[in-house]
């Protein structure tokens, strides 16, 4: 059951680092383009602290990740990546970054959102903590779109500028737990693009083997409770008119 048909649609992914939509709802974006949808991504960080290497600097971590970024992008059939540029690991909620969110909303005017799951504090059965980034932009994209991006009076600079309100009506939560989503997308036919588009995050995967066996591992599971082969789970809000 995946029950959306991405034709003509427009999509837009906010993740904090480069790499996390990917991993996100990297054979989601896909199979949205795909079909004919207008995917882009926003991306809060680019991720320069993504490095135990001690010949890395910040600087150039930054530009690489951005560089990898678009290339798994173009793989993954993104129209337009965007980036804030705030610093890896000092992500926070505030209203500067809802704002940035509000007006890319406004100037894109998507049909569905994707994001992180602010919910999704630790895991227990991994002993997992989710990174604070990640909590962050889950926080600051759900606050953008409902209410900021839909009233009038939130950042009337916008109107100014020619971007109007814009009502969200489909967000897409990605699930790193399968068994608490309540949306599965069939990506069988997608799975492989996801795993080259990962392969291009060389700074960050290292071991593409392990890497694939994991994704491959999730996918099945979420297969399982989607009734597919693969899958990628969401906790899906479909928001009132
Ligand atoms: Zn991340």
Partial sequence: MDGINFKGKKVLVVGAHPDDNDFGAGATVAKAARQGAEVIYLIATTGQRGS????????????????????????????????????????????????????????????IVFTMDPSFFYYKSFGMVNHSDHRAIGEATLDACYPLARDLMSFPEHTREGLNPHKVKDLLLYSFVPENANFYVDVTETFDMKLKALSLHKTQVGDMQRVEKRMRDRAEVSGRLGRCKYAESFVRLQLPE
């Fill in 52 to 111: 135990s290497d001690e010949n890395m600097t910040p600087e150039r971590l930054s530009e690489i990740r951005k560089k990898e970024q678009e290339d798994a992008a173009k793989v993954l059939g993104v129209r337009e990546v965007h980036f804030l540029d705030y610093v890896d690991g000092e992500l926070i909620p505030d209203i500067r970054l809802k704002e940035q969110i509000v007006k890319s909303i406004r100037r894109h005017r998507p049909d």
